[in-house]
């Protein structure tokens, strides 16, 4: 029905930026939410962001402030910006999308942030 492919991790140093990119089969505007989490090193998969079709975004208070999630219809892409990494935000993460009730998931993409 849709596949995601997350893509734009990487390594970088404490304080710097990435854009992650999750790239849809089709139209995003009927993929409703679309939501990022993350998976570190020996901890369970938690929560960063959601984006809903009518443009509403939410965020987990560890990431607020830093993180925005955005989407572009036209290229059926949703993006996650990280500004001022830390250490702590290094994880495998994923894009997640909801359609025709089911959950979807990407293959993930690695962060790495280091100090």
């Known amino acids: 029905q849709v596949q995601l492919v997350e893509s734009g991790g990487g390594l970088v140093q404490a304080g710097g930026s990435l854009r992650l990119s999750c790239a849809a089969s089709r139209s995003i505007v009927s993929i409703n939410p679309v939501c990022w989490y993350r998976q570190a090193p020996g901890k369970q998969r938690e929560w960063v962001a959601i984006?809903?079709?009518?443009?509403?975004?939410n965020y987990a208070d560890s990431v607020k402030g830093r993180f925005t999630i955005s989407r572009d219809n036209a290229k059926n892409t949703v993006y996650l910006q990280m500004n001022s990494l830390k250490p702590e935000d290094t994880a495998v993460y994923y894009c997640?999308?909801?359609?025709?009730?089911?959950?979807?998931w990407g293959q993930g993409t690695q962060v790495t942030v280091s100090s």
């Open positions: 984006i809903t079709s009518s443009g509403g975004t």
């Open positions: 997640n999308g909801i359609l025709l009730g089911r959950s979807y």
